[in-house]
């Protein structure tokens, strides 16, 4: 039997996979922290997901073919999550959705420089981060772009967090 949709727009039906408070933030962690192991998903998450709702979302976004799960080699106890081709095409998705956050909300700037910094790559950044989660996520077959997007994102943050904890330093003094 198939589901039972509100209707056929796009946008509902991208809402009805993507739509809750969790989902996205689930694929973000993924996506950008390269999170694969749900410890990893639970504890690192910024706003503080509780284990039921994370394992929720992992079933839902698995059943709805966002991601996938597959054992861990290293370990008979634990879970691989990766991002299969409908997660990965997500990303122009958040790279829209950061740049208008940044544009109209109350954003810190050390988490908001991997939303900028998209926004000015635009897309062809965008593809570049596109082949290099690819690579990650879906195996040996899909080759890894010379660049790696994720590390210059990454780097940006960590130089953001530097220069406002030493903003704060100088502020205090």
């Given amino acids: ?21 969790w989902s996205l933030i ?9 999170r694969r192991h749900f410890r990893e998903l639970l504890t690192l998450n910024e706003e503080g997901i509780a284990s039921n709702i994370l394992a929720d979302r992992l079933k839902r976004l698995t059943a709805q073919g966002v991601i996938s799960k597959r054992d861990d080699p290293s370990h008979k106890q634990k879970a691989i999550y990766s991002l299969t081709e409908k997660g990965i095409e997500l990303l122009p998705v ?31 950044m965008w593809d570049d981060f596109m ?4 690579a990650e996520h879906l195996g040996p077959a899909h080759q890894p772009p010379a660049r790696s997007v994720r590390m210059e ?16 330093k100088a502020a205090a003094e």
């Fill in 131 to 134: 082949a290099e989660l690819r």
């Fill in 94 to 124: 958040f790279a829209m959705i950061g740049a208008w956050g940044s544009r109209w909300l109350p954003v810190t700037m050390s988490l908001s420089i991997r939303a900028r910094l998209l926004d000015e790559g635009g897309p062809r």
């Fill in 153 to 168: 994102l990454y780097e940006a943050f960590r130089a953001m967090m530097e220069r406002e904890a030493g903003d704060a």
């Fill in 1 to 21: 039997m198939e589901d039972a949709h509100r209707s056929g727009c796009p946008i509902n039906l991208t809402l009805e996979v993507l739509g809750d408070k």
């Fill in 26 to 34: 689930v694929v973000r962690d993924m996506m950008f922290g390269n």
